[in-house]
T-cell receptor
Framework: DTGVSQDPRHKITKRGQNVTFRCDPISEHNRLYWYRQTLGQGPEFLTYFQNEAQLEKSRLLSDRFSAERPKGSFSTLEIQRTEQGDSAMYLC??????????????FGEGSWLTVV | GENVEQHPSTLSVQEGDSAVIKCTYSDSASNYFPWYKQELGKGPQLIIDIRSNVGEKKDQRIAVTLNKTAKHFSLHITETQPEDSAVYFCAASTGGNEKLTFGTGTRLTIIP
């Protein structure tokens, strides 16, 4: 068990550019989540996948954001036409099943995005 | 949707003393309540969780209590140590709901 892995850990980009983050969940975890965390706040849910299917999206996920999990393993989160308000830490998490069903959600170390 | 409030936002405790962090939630259907510890520059790490069919759970120096009637739950850390210094987040989830709703965090500082 190598934990949830995220790449890159830090990204500085100019406003208007596109960025992509990658997440490798814990092996055999069928659920994968994306959260966003700004300074001084708790993580906020963005979206989740069960295997390759994206089953829920928060209204925080504007149409500039897109997430994929093409083979039910790793996932990517792309932000198009970045804005300064997108500056945050993007957290990926995974679990074997639903938290309501007794499963723990494990978080990665996060990807910091700074839009200048 | 669910709303989780957390208090206090900052807490300083003398090493060896106890620390208590409290959270309230709004959705009476919530049934899973994890606590995460987050160190600077790192992702949240689960330290303990409790489900709605249990009133209290303990793991060494850490305990969590849940009052479903009042819709609040608390984290208790006894015999605090310098390595307990971090930001702690409570969260809540409703059965069948994949989403965790987090509180705003408590920055705990242990004074040597």
């Amino acid at each position: 068990d190598t934990g949830v892995s995220q790449d890159p850990r830090h990204k500085i980009t100019k406003r208007g550019q596109n960025v992509t983050f990658r997440c490798d969940p814990i092996s055999e975890h069928n659920r994968l989540y994306w959260y966003r965390q700004t300074l001084g706040q708790g993580p906020e849910f963005l979206t989740y996948f069960q295997n390759e299917a994206q089953l829920e999206k928060s209204r925080l996920l504007s149409d500039r954001f897109s997430a994929e999990r093409p083979k039910g393993s790793f996932s990517t989160l792309e932000i198009q036409r970045t804005e300064q308000g997108d500056s945050a830490m993007y957290l990926c998490a995974s679990s074997l099943g639903s938290p309501g069903g007794g499963n723990t959600i494990y978080f990665g170390e996060g990807s910091w995005l700074t839009v200048v | 949707g669910e709303n989780v409030e957390q208090h206090p936002s900052t807490l300083s405790v003398q090493e060896g003393d106890s620390a208590v962090i409290k959270c309230t939630y709004s959705d009476s259907a919530s049934n899973y309540f994890p606590w995460y510890k987050q160190e600077l520059g790192k992702g949240p790490q689960l330290i303990i969780d409790i489900r709605s069919n249990v009133g209290e759970k303990k793991d060494q120096r850490i305990a969590v209590t849940l009052n479903k009637t009042a819709k609040h739950f608390s984290l208790h850390i006894t015999e605090t140590q310098p390595e307990d210094s971090a930001v702690y987040f409570c969260a809540a989830s409703t059965g069948g709901n994949e989403k965790l709703t987090f509180g705003t965090g408590t920055r705990l500082t242990i004074i040597p």
